[in-house]
């Protein structure tokens, strides 16, 4: 059994560390898996500064969000690719990788003239943007490194019918 760990809204953190965002209306809800490519953040750093995005691990429909969060403490999830939404977190990362990055958000207070909080990336040593986040292969169905999927985009998935966690 995995227990959620932190959550705010619709996202929550697993206590391995692992990113999960609630999709959907509340009465008709799915989780998805999200990667995040900037190590060493805190939880509050990864949704202020939007550096996460869909792996394309996503779950069945839950008619609520409590649900949908104890079908997942309770290892009642069966997870399946979706590559859409696996291409549109690519591009999220791509876009949100950058050193300069802001959300909107602080674009928006600062031209406002209010202050924003420099990158928490900023001024460190430069890092690799993959964070070793697990994931599940979808040809092996064992958990491994995300480099190990990322090496094939175009490769075929296959829907898991059996939790991963």
């Keep these: 059994m995995v227990r959620i760990r932190q959550r705010q809204g619709r996202h929550f953190m697993d206590e391995e560390g692992r990113m999960f965002w609630i999709n959907g209306p509340e009465n008709f809800c799915y989780l998805s898996e ?9 939880f509050q750093e990864v949704l202020d500064w939007k550096q996460c995005a869909p792996s394309g691990l996503v779950s069945q429909r839950f008619g609520s ?8 403490e309770h290892n009642q999830v069966f997870w ?30 600062e031209a406002a003239g209010r202050v924003v909080k420099p990158a928490p990336w900023s001024g460190r040593p430069s890092t690799s943007l993959s964070c070793p986040v697990s994931l599940v292969n979808a040809n092996t169905g064992l958990v491994g490194d995300a480099s190990e999927d990322l090496a094939h985009p175009r490769r075929r998935r296959r829907s898991l019918r059996e939790p991963v966690h």
């Design 34 to 42: 999200q990667r995040q490519w900037r190590c060493g953040l805190s």
């Design 65 to 72: 969000l409590q649900a949908a969060c104890e079908a997942f």
């Design 80 to 109: 399946s690719h979706d590559l859409y939404l696996r291409r549109m977190g690519d591009q999220m990362a791509l876009h949100r990788s950058a050193d300069d990055y802001r959300p909107t958000v602080m674009k928006l207070a």
